[in-house]
């Protein structure tokens, strides 16, 4: 269950737009059923009483939105940040992609979203979710009422949430975490336990489910080129559906190269894929990598750092120690 | 109608193998998915696939032809061949229709001969819904998931699979398939029927109307302020277009070998910046025209030029897939007036 309501939210934005601190809020909006939940900009008291939610179902991410929402007007855009979504914000921040002035920021707690293709797994027929305390009441069509442990029902994001603390906001409501260690390398290593054999066929197998619809790119907040190559008609590999496996692979190996150094880890690239590619073990690999090599690095965790992979010292790893030649891994 | 004991499924998948590929809902990993039968393939009892059934019609990337370049000299190859003849099993009512929807655009003058020729091999034998999920809406736009359409008709009763052939290709599979069938009155079926009515009369979004919408519409709707916040969160991916099984817009693109080009085809989406983008650019200047093409389309566009018929078949796979959860439902309760309310 989540620590702060969804009145307390209200009530406190409600404050933020009357006393003039900002005229419009980014938050989540209600719809059809529990878990449908739309990002949305509040421009009211009025809005934001009728359609403002908060609760196990607004995983979305809102740092990439300010990218737009603040170039529209003068004032500021009061927005809800997760403990993961700071991050972002950060890294966004780091690559002078929106106006800071232009954000009134507020962290609020999680206590892990949850995963609603966990949950229609179990039943047919979903009606609705509640949570009360670490229990999940599941309302269903045809099974009738099903309770669950919330741990259960966590997304693979949260089951290894790397932090409950926020790393950047204007204020806080309710109290603040700590950078968290949840085995979230362990799947990592269990592919780089694999033979090379087995990891490609793995990867293959994977990515082979990728219908290109690009909602990975389009929700990353890494992800915010004005215009992607692979959009670009002039680029060469613009392509709206792969000419072969490989070019299906390609695309997101790529794509996790480019968001190597500057990928928070936040996991929406897996949460919003409509096949379920595990894509956020291509960017832990890139993480695990870098913070093997260089040292630890976390990207978004402080505004203006700069990745490893983006600045050059002499104690750099050499790539003959990096990568080891020849045998299997030719 | 004819009937099969649960247990001899199998027996039955593996007859219709014989002669024919034959393809069936699985569960994967991702959810259930259309696959080709093998000797132990079970049956997924999911409500439906993750993808939609278009996919053995209108498949996401197809060859259209070959062109092989010799100095001064062009050679056009035609890659078409004959389809082999296949069967899907397990397609339900929304999905059924969708065929209908994709026929009047692949089937009209000009015929689309790569889609002809697969819808003129493929047998499908439809399966009725039984526990519908709160994401169908397929009432609306007049389905019945208890009573679907298809070459074959099956349904799930309890311990039998009944089937019922309503086409010329239907009989004659069905015929085939004799010696391992047996005769029935369809009581069972028509038992199923009642209590699946009962369960979609029950649904969330049984009310849901179209009726505000529809063939002259475009006026009405086009201009109006509502596509503003709809459209506000929309990351403009291609998950909707993808996964629906109406939406049937393509793009041709030629692809160099290095030794000529192959010309293929690719679905497309009217949500991509660089859709239908011509030399003067993208007609659709932001994210909220190409929302708006999306559901006009499917709730005004296509009635207009198809008599009245809708696009749209409440399959609710854009309900379960969308990132941003928008989403046909949510605009049609926005803008479809006193009905929705």
């Known amino acids: 269950m989540q620590e702060i309501n969804r009145a307390a939210l209200i009530k406190r934005a409600s404050e933020l737009l009357s006393d003039g601190t900002a005229d419009r809020v980014l938050g989540w909006k209600a719809g059809e059923f529990d878990y449908d939940v739309t990002p949305a900009v509040f421009h009211s008291v009025e809005e934001l009483e009728k359609d403002f939610v908060w609760g196990d179902f607004c995983g979305a991410n809102f740092s990439k939105y300010l990218i737009k929402e603040t170039q529209k007007g003068d004032g500021k855009v009061i927005v809800f940040l997760k403990p993961c979504d700071t991050y972002s914000f950060n890294q966004l921040l780091t690559e002078h992609r929106f106006d800071r002035e232009k954000v009134y920021a507020i962290g609020i707690p999680c206590d892990g979203m949850l995963d609603i293709t966990k949950i229609k797994s179990m039943a047919d027929g979903v009606l609705s979710v509640k949570s009360e305390g670490d229990e999940v009441e599941i309302e269903t069509l045809y099974d009738g009422v099903i309770k669950e442990k919330r741990e259960n029902l966590l997304p693979d994001r949260c089951v290894h949430c790397k932090s409950k603390k926020h790393v950047s906001y204007d204020e806080l409501m309710g109290e603040d975490g700590e950078v968290l260690d949840s085995g979230r390398f362990d799947e990592v290593e269990q592919i780089e336990k694999m033979t090379p054999d087995e990891r490609f066929a793995f990867w293959q197998g994977e990515l082979s489910r990728c219908i290109r619809c690009n909602a990975c790119r389009d929700v990353c907040p890494a992800c915010t080129c004005e215009k992607c190559v692979f959009d670009n008609p002039d680029s060469g590999v613009e392509n709206k559906a792969a000419a072969n496996s490989f070019e299906d692979s390609m695309f997101h190996i790529i794509r996790a190269f480019h968001v190597a150094g500057r990928c928070t880890d936040c996991g929406e690239c897996s949460r919003v894929c409509p096949q379920h590619i595990p894509l956020h073990l291509l960017n832990r690999k890139f993480i695990k990598d870098i913070n093997s090599f260089y040292g630890e690095y976390q990207a978004g965790e402080t505004i203006g750092s700069r990745a490893p992979t983006v600045n050059y010292s002499q104690d750099d790893i050499e790539p003959s120690e990096a990568v080891e030649r020849g045998g299997d891994n030719a | ?341």
Not at chain 2, 83 to 111: H, M, N, Q, T, Y
Not at chain 2, 262 to 269: A, G, L, M
Request: net charge neutral; charged share 30%.
């Open chain 2, 1 to 341: 109608m004819r009937k099969i004991s649960i247990d001899k499924l199998n027996s039955l998948f593996s007859a219709i193998a014989e002669n024919e590929t034959l393809y069936l809902p699985v569960d994967t990993k991702a959810g259930a998915k259309f696959e080709k039968w093998h000797d132990g393939a079970v049956l997924s009892d999911a409500l439906n696939t993750v993808r939609s059934a278009k996919d053995f019609f209108f498949p996401q990337t197809e060859n259209l032809m070959d062109f092989k370049v010799d100095g001064k000299n062009i050679e056009i190859i035609d890659t078409r061949e004959e389809c082999e003849d296949f069967v899907i099993f397990g397609v339900r009512a929304c999905d059924v229709k969708s065929f209908e929807i994709l026929d009047r655009v692949f089937l009209a003058e000009p015929v689309d001969s790569y889609y002809k020729n697969r819808r003129e091999h493929g047998v499908i034998m439809s399966l009725a819904c039984t526990k519908p999920h709160e994401t169908c809406f397929c009432g609306t736009f007049g389905i019945d998931a208890s009573s679907p359409e298809g070459d074959i008709v099956c349904h799930m009763t309890g311990d039998a699979l009944c089937m019922d052939a309503k086409t010329e290709k239907g009989k004659a599979l069905l015929s085939r398939l004799d010696s391992l069938t047996e005769e029935t009155d369809g009581k069972a079926v028509e038992e199923q029927k009642k209590v699946t009515k009962e369960r979609l009369a029950k649904l969330p979004l049984a009310s849901l109307s179209a009726d505000s919408f529809g063939a002259g519409k475009t006026e009405k709707f086009f201009g109006a302020p509502e596509w503003k916040e709809l459209s506000q969160a929309c990351l403009g991916c291609g998950t909707c277009t993808f996964v629906c099984p109406t939406c049937q817009c393509y793009d041709i693109k030629d692809f160099n070998t290095g030794h000529g080009v192959k010309r293929f085809r690719c679905w497309d989406s009217c949500m991509y910046s660089d859709f239908t983008k011509m030399s003067a650019g993208q007609p659709r200047l932001t994210q909220l025209e190409r929302f708006r093409q999306r559901f006009m389309h499917k709730l005004v566009y296509y009635p207009t030029n198809n008599g009245g018929l809708f696009s749209c078949v409440g399959c609710g796979r854009c309900l379960s897939k969308c990132p941003i959860q928008m989403n046909i439902v949510k605009v049609m309760k926005k803008l479809g007036g006193k009905e929705n309310d």
